[in-house]
């Protein structure tokens, strides 16, 4: 009992002191996406697949948010003429990728720990975008 009641009171503290930053990596998020138009994302695409992918995994790694929002953005950038690959790409890097929460991340899980994971996730993205659309056109 005595271990359970330290852990929870080391946890109440690591929350408390990381809870500015998470205030502020929202209240960025939400600034980001307030600020940047939706037709800016359509006209950066180039209907090419490899850059495309490269592209949306680089939007959404920076334009982070919410895996929901991701679908509503995604059918948003197809309506407005995206490739489905950079659409793709955006919404897998948009929930796997956080380069706006690193500075938290890195000091929760480490920097290493979260620059491998973010190269990785963001690496990630690009290949699932490509196979994805790969696998829809063979249907």
């Known amino acids: 009992m005595k271990n359970l009641k330290q852990s929870v009171s080391n ?14 990596m929202l209240l960025f998020i939400s600034l980001i996406s307030t600020l940047v138009p939706r037709s800016f994302y359509a006209k950066i695409f180039c209907n090419n697949a490899i850059l495309d992918s490269i592209i949306g995994s680089a939007i959404g790694s920076i334009s982070t948010g919410p895996p929901i929002t991701s ?30 929460q690193f500075p938290v991340e890195s000091i929760i899980l480490g920097t290493k ?6 190269i990785i996730s963001f690496i990630s993205s690009i290949i699932v975008a490509i196979i994805t659309v790969f696998l829809l056109s063979c249907i």
């Open 113 to 118: 720990f979260a620059l491998v994971r973010n």
């Open 11 to 24: 946890t109440l503290v690591s929350f408390y002191k990381i809870s500015p930053l998470i205030l502020g």
């Open 71 to 100: 679908y509503i953005l995604g059918g948003e950038f197809l309506k407005g003429g995206v490739s489905i690959i950079g659409v793709t790409a955006f919404m897998v890097a948009w929930v796997t990728v956080g380069l706006v």
